[in-house]
């Protein structure tokens, strides 16, 4: 663009604009256990009104930030972008993590992983319409993939979607479907060819989360909260228009949203950059009165490293990703690293507080970290599990041979005997 700013110039007109509208965050080497920057909110318990309540307040903020140019900062003009290269839009975080700003939580998915879907499948029509709510917070957009029988399979799907004149009706149940009780729309993937191969009979469409017969209902995690659903369709009418895709060519539309969710949750380190920082370990290590113990040391400087190591290479993939590449299975490093980290970071803590993450003794911040213990797992499974990550990178990345198939008809027995029959 001819009048594309200089990163610096750039970086003023950010920090004028958060000036103006938000508290300036305390300097990280200021910081103090429970006071200043840290902010305890990983796996918090709230409940549904609390949780709408902060929706309310980032659905405010993204409004404010992309009326003023920062809402999609790489985006095409015709949406409200500005075709700005990445590191324009890094640079622009970097100087809103200096800002008490709302959790942007709510847009993960949305932003992260439907609607770069809809700007690569959906007409240009349903483009119009639907991107730029999003990106200015107007609508949230969820993801309708996983049922209660195809979760890692997902090619197993059986909620069905049948073609009546310019419509189609959608019959079926979806769970671990996140955020759907605060979505407008969402991205759903049905059966459309129950003929078909697995594989090639998926259609993937928007739907309206809002239109009859979608019944949403929260499932309550060990954590306490409840921010996954169950999604029941009991006849739902979508227009075709709102088709992504060709007919039955749903499984090259939901690689595009799962390729874009390994890359938003590895890449995007999940909200949990903070807890990696070296002054917030530092300054548990000695709050505990555990800064003299080497081995607690040594893992914390291996967390550090860890994690900045997978976020470069994550924003290596997100890079070339904004410059008009496609998510490839490399995205499965990002959020396998992240899983890894997350599982290192959650016991190291645990042997750091002992007793008091589990025990309330009233002492801030540990005993609530036992949502963080409790919420891990859940991480582990969310946007493909560990193995099916393991597997991806084995076959696709490093070209290793797939698993030994095994012969579905071929009694149990038999395979105790002989399990690489097939």
């Not at 690293?337 to 290192?344: E, F, G, I, K, R």
């Amino acid at each position: 663009m001819s009048d594309q700013p200089t990163l610096e110039e750039f970086r003023a007109e950010a920090t004028e604009f958060l000036e103006g509208r938000a508290e300036r965050r305390p300097p990280v080497t200021e910081f103090v256990w429970g006071e200043g920057s840290d902010q305890i909110s990983v796996f918090d318990e709230r409940d549904r009104d609390a949780e709408a309540a902060d929706a309310e307040l980032a659905r405010s903020w993204r409004r404010d930030r992309y009326d003023h140019g920062f809402g999609w900062i790489t985006g095409p003009e015709k949406f409200g972008g500005r075709e700005l290269p990445a590191a324009y839009e890094r640079e622009y975080l970097a100087v809103e993590q200096e800002f008490r700003t709302p959790n942007m939580g709510v847009f993960t998915i949305s932003l992260g992983m439907v609607a770069p879907t809809i700007l690569a499948h959906a007409i240009p029509e349903v483009q119009d319409l639907y991107l730029n709510d999003l990106y200015r917070g107007d609508q949230v957009a969820c993801q309708l993939f996983s049922e209660p029988g195809s979760g890692s399979d997902l090619a197993s799907l059986q909620t069905r979607a049948e073609r009546d004149g310019d419509e189609w009706v959608l019959t079926g149940q979806k769970v671990w479907t996140s955020g759907a009780h605060l979505s407008e729309i969402g991205e759903i993937l049905c059966r459309t060819n129950p003929d078909a191969p697995k594989h090639r009979g998926l259609t993937a469409f928007i739907i309206d989360m809002r239109a009859p017969g979608v019944d949403i209902r929260p499932l309550r995690q060990m954590t306490g909260s409840a921010s996954f659903n169950e999604v029941f369709l009991d006849e739902v009418r979508i227009p075709d228009t709102h088709r992504l895709g060709e007919v039955d060519g749903g499984w090259g539309v939901a690689l595009t949203t799962l390729m874009n969710e390994r890359a938003s949750i590895g890449a995007g380190t999940g909200g949990f950059a903070g807890l990696f920082s070296a002054p917030r370990l530092r300054a548990t290590l000695e709050h505990f009165d555990c800064g003299d113990d080497a081995v607690l040391r040594d893992r914390a400087a291996r967390l550090v490293s860890d994690f900045t190591v997978a976020s470069w290479n994550s924003q290596r993939a997100l890079d070339a990703i904004k410059a008009g590449g496609l998510p490839g299975p490399e995205m499965s490093t990002g959020k396998l690293a992240l899983s890894n980290n997350l599982v290192a970071y959650s016991e190291w803590l645990a042997d750091v507080l002992g007793p008091r993450i589990q025990a309330d003794t009233g002492e801030w911040g540990t005993f609530a970290f036992s949502k963080l213990l409790l919420g891990v797992p859940g991480i582990r499974v969310a946007g493909g599990t560990d193995e099916i990550m393991k597997n991806i990178i084995a076959e696709r990345v490093l070209g290793l041979p797939k698993d030994p198939g095994i012969d579905s008809q071929t009694p149990f027995k038999d395979l105790a005997v002989n399990p690489l029959r097939s």
